[in-house]
C-alpha cells in the first residue's frame, strides 16, 4: 500500500467508574484483553490494544474509572493515569452507561473541552437502558459536547461497534504505526496473568476484599510444554489473607482454578500456577509498593 495513506493514533477510552470502558475495549478488539467485573473501579492501570490493519493501527487506551472521591493514594494514582490518557489522544471516547448524572461528568468535559482533539461519546449498555433514557441522555450530551459525535452501543453483546470503528478510522490521523503490526498490546505477558487473577478475586469476594488486593506476578517460566507461574496476592491485613484462603483454602483454590483456564486459553499452553498471600500493612497509600507496582 501507498506509506503516506497509512494511518494511526491513540484512541483513548475514558469515563467513570464501572460504565463498561474495558468491555468496550474487548470489543473494538474481538478478544478478551482488559479484565471486567460488575464491581466499579475494576480496571486500575493504563492498557493499550492494538488493532492492525494493512492500512491503518488503531492504539486504543483502557484506562481507570475516574475517582469523584478519593481516599487513599491509589486513587490518586488511578486519577493521574486518566490524566496521562487525555495527554497522548489523538481521539477520546468519553463512555457513559445511562445511570450516571450529566453533573457527575462535569469535570470530565471541563477537561475535554480544552484538548484540541476529535470527541466521541459513546452510550453503553443500551440493551438494558430505557429507549427514553437513551434520548434523555443524548440530548444531555448534546448540549454538553455540542462537537462530539454521540453513538449507542452494547460493548456485552457487541452490538453499534462497526459503525463507531468506521467513524474512529476516518478521524485516524495519517501516521506511521507505532508498534510492530505483529503486536496486539504494550504489555507483556505477566501483566495480563496477575489482571486474570486480580479479576477473579473481584468476582469472587466482597466487600473491601477486592480493593484490598494487589497481585504481582513474581516468577514466569515458560517451559516447552507448559508454563510455570508464581503469583502472589497481597491483602492489608490478616484477617482479609483469612478470607482470601477461605476454609482449608477452598476459597483461593477456586480463584487458581478459574484464573489458570483463562491464562491458559490466553497463552495457549498449559499452565502451573502457584498463589500466595502476603500482608502488606496499608499498601495502598504506601508510595513505595505503588512505584513499585506500576502507578507512579
Ligand atoms: N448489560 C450490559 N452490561 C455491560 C455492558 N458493557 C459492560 N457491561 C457490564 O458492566 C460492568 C462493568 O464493565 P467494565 O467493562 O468492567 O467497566 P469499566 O468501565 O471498565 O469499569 P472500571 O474499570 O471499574 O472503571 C460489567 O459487569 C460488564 O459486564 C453492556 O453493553 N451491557
Ligand atoms: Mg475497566
Known amino acids: 500500500m501507498d506509506n503516506s495513506k497509512h494511518k494511526s493514533g491513540f484512541i483513548n477510552i475514558i469515563g ?11 470489543a473494538f478488539m474481538g478478544e478478551k484483553m482488559a ?12 492498557l493499550f ?23 487513599y493514594k491509589l486513587h490518586e494514582d488511578m486519577n ?7 495527554k497522548d489522544a489523538d481521539i477520546i471516547i468519553l463512555v457513559n452507561d445511562g445511570y450516571n448524572t450529566l453533573s457527575e461528568h462535569e ?36 448540549k454538553a459536547m455540542p462537537e462530539s459525535k454521540i453513538f449507542e452501543v452494547s460493548a456485552l453483546n457487541k452490538k453499534g461497534i462497526t459503525p463507531l470503528i468506521e467513524h474512529l478510522i476516518e478521524h485516524l490521523p495519517l501516521h506511521p504505526a507505532y508498534y510492530p503490526k505483529d503486536e496486539i498490546s504494550d504489555r507483556p505477558i505477566r501483566y495480563f496473568v496477575s489482571e486474570m487473577v486480580r479479576e477473579k478475586i473481584f468476582l ?3 466487600k473491601e476484599i477486592p480493593y484490598s488486593t494487589e497481585v504481582v506476578t513474581e516468577d514466569y517460566k515458560d517451559e516447552e510444554n507448559i508454563a510455570r507461574i508464581t503469583v502472589m496476592i497481597y491483602v492489608e491485613r490478616n484477617s482479609q489473607k483469612a478470607i482470601i484462603l477461605g476454609k482449608h483454602g477452598a476459597a483461593i483454590k477456586n480463584v487458581g482454578i478459574q484464573a489458570r483456564k483463562d491464562i ?3 497463552i ?15 499498601w495502598r497509600n504506601d508510595i513505595n509498593f505503588l512505584k513499585k507496582s506500576g502507578y507512579r
Open 268 to 282: 495457549g499452553k498449559q499452565v502451573y500456577l502457584e498463589l500466595t498471600v502476603k500482608v502488606r500493612n496499608n
Open 80 to 86: 493521574m493515569i486518566v490524566q496521562t490518557a487525555f
Open 49 to 71: 490494544g492494538i488493532l492492525n490493519a494493512e492500512d491503518f493501527q488503531m492504539i486504543f487506551s483502557d484506562s481507570p474509572g475516574f475517582v469523584l472521591n478519593p481516599s
Open 107 to 142: 469535570d470530565l468535559i471541563k477537561a475535554l473541552e480544552k484538548l484540541p482533539v476529535p470527541k466521541v461519546v459513546v452510550i453503553n449498555k443500551i440493551d438494558q437502558l430505557k429507549a427514553e433514557r437513551i434520548e434523555s441522555v443524548k440530548e444531555e450530551f448534546t
Open 204 to 206: 469472587n469476594y466482597k
Open 264 to 266: 491458559e486459553e490466553f
Open 16 to 26: 467513570l467508574p464501572n460504565v463498561g470502558k474495558s468491555t468496550l475495549l474487548n
Open 35 to 46: 479484565i471486567v467485573s460488575p464491581k466499579p473501579q475494576t480496571t486500575r492501570q493504563r
